[in-house]
């Protein structure tokens, strides 16, 4: 009896925070909607004129990126800006051989007039953070501009973003990520939904209302003044980006964003990438949160709203702890609502499951609409792609929930990069490269065992109480099975 009245609470209290979490999703909505009647009338360096155009750094942080090194330095080299005020930081804490080919490279590039520097460190202390503080005592750009080795800026691209640099109170101009292999296969249509939502929800719901919203660790552009402000790059947490961007914002600088200027980029095609992209991301959340609280409350500059928003932001990937253990719990809270019929009213509060996911639904096919039209073709095919996504996100669940456990009690773990693939359409293979982790994790196990957890959550649905079945968490379940089902068989048969 206790104890079926300790999952009772741990489930309720799952529901109405993933509840919470919905609403404040909702909330960025109606901020996202009302930024759209705005008209960014915000004064402007104009390049045309030789002395409003500032110096510029590019910084490119790889490592061990042999299969797109040679892309990268070529579309960068086609950035659009004065070449005297333009110089580019290859910050390369490679191991391998792409170290000579990078290097042969960048003489090529430097023999074209193009100022581009090869700077290597003896040790990957920080990891990427390391390498770019590293890079900024050297820098001699006023403003620098940061790109992953898998991101394919414009030619463009400083040309859109510079001059909102005018606005001193500007620390940070971020861009939003485009996906150029969206449609290679069904991981690659789920990241590409997940991110979009981040990029144009979030980040557009947030800034139009000068809310914190993060600089993305790539596409984007920092005043050289406003890093160092803020306490310059630190590497004590897997997301130095969010970790810098809050310590910059918390000292009042304002951050843009920049909706309608898209920066294309390559998503990870094999699940090993993906687990490995979305831990960091995971643990990195959950230690800024960790990191950021206290100064965040206490911050007499910050008002309630935005306290609140910030705090929900950096609880983002917690939300992952609460639908697992909503999935894991909801199984015996089948058979314990068939089993106390005096507390049927008290299971009324398992409709906040449909509220919330009815208010993802909403909220995300705004966000469908504004990258692929609207129209009844389109709803019917958002229909398909919604919930796929929400049933392989929550198949990463578990994955997610231990990145997340680990940041907020503190265990460390080395940054491990995305591996990265060359890879734009069915025709190019990823099978020969390098990179790819060969080795299952060992959490893959329990996910196999969770499959066969929630196969048996559909069949109870048929056999738990007097009048024929309850199939009131029959599609919840259908979900997790399938979501678990594609993780855990992606994870075992999708190797090199």
């Not at 000068?210 to 004590?236: L, M, P, Q, S, Y």
């Not at 507390?343 to 909403?362: D, P």
């Amino acid at each position: 009896m206790i104890l079926d009245y300790i999952i009772i609470s741990l489930y309720s209290i799952s529901l109405l925070l993933v509840f919470m979490y919905a609403l404040a999703q909702l909330n960025l909505l109606f901020n996202y909607l009302s930024s759209k009647k705005k008209v960014d009338d915000a004064e402007k360096f104009d390049l045309s004129n030789e002395g409003e155009v500032p110096f510029v750094t590019i910084q490119l942080p790889v490592y061990n990126e042999l299969y797109v090194m040679e892309r990268l330095l070529d579309n960068i080299a086609k950035l659009k800006y004065p070449r005297e005020k333009l110089e580019i930081q290859v910050l390369d804490d490679s191991t391998d051989e792409s170290v000579l080919s990078t290097a042969e490279h960048i003489q090529k590039l430097q023999e074209t007039g193009l100022d581009i520097q090869h700077i290597r460190r003896e040790n990957r202390a920080g990891f990427k953070a390391g390498a770019l503080k590293e890079g900024l005592k050297v820098a001699k750009g006023e403003y620098i501009a940061i790109f992953d080795a898998d991101f394919l800026p414009k030619p463009c691209w400083l040309e859109k973003t510079v001059p909102y640099f005018k606005n001193p109170e500007i620390g940070v101009v971020q861009t939003r990520w485009g996906h150029i292999n969206r449609n290679y296969s069904t991981l690659t249509k789920v990241q590409a939904f997940a991110l979009d939502a981040h990029f144009s929800l979030e980040q557009v719901g947030r800034n139009s209302k000068g809310h914190f919203i993060n600089f993305n660790g790539t596409a984007g552009i920092w005043r050289k003044e406003c890093i160092i402000d803020a306490g310059n790059w630190e590497g004590d947490t897997l997301t130095e980006d969010l970790d810098l961007s809050y310590r910059a914002q918390l000292k009042k600088w304002k951050f843009k964003y920049l909706e309608d200027v898209v920066t294309p980029a390559e998503l990870p095609v094999i699940i090993s990438a993906a687990r490995s992209q979305q831990f960091r991301w995971n643990k990195g959340g959950a230690e800024n949160f960790q990191k950021m609280l206290a100064r965040i409350i206490t911050n007499k500059n910050v008002n309630l709203k935005t306290k609140v928003h910030s705090i929900l932001h950096l609880l983002n990937s917690s939300m992952f702890t609460f639908v697992f253990l909503m999935g894991i719990l909801s199984i015996p809270m089948l058979y314990i609502k068939n089993k106390y019929e005096h507390l049927e009213v008290f299971f009324w509060v398992m409709s906040f499951f449909v509220t919330s996911t009815f208010i993802f639904f909403t909220c995300y096919w705004f966000m469908y609409k504004n990258t692929f039209g609207g129209g009844i073709k389109n709803f019917i095919k958002y229909i398909g792609a919604f919930f796929t996504f929400f049933s392989i996100a929550m198949g990463f669940s578990l994955h997610n929930t231990i990145a997340v456990l680990e940041g907020h009690f503190g265990k460390k773990s080395e940054f491990v990069r995305t591996p990265k693939f060359n890879i734009k359409s069915l025709k190019d293979s990823w099978k020969n490269n390098k990179y790819i982790r060969k080795k299952p994790s060992w959490n893959v196990i329990i996910e196999g065992l969770l499959v066969l957890y929630f196969a048996f959550g559909l069949y109870s649905a048929f056999v738990v109480g007097d009048q024929g079945g309850d199939f009131g968490l029959f599609p919840f379940h259908l979900m997790l099975f399938i979501g678990f089902g594609y993780v855990f068989f992606k994870s075992v048969f999708s190797k090199a």
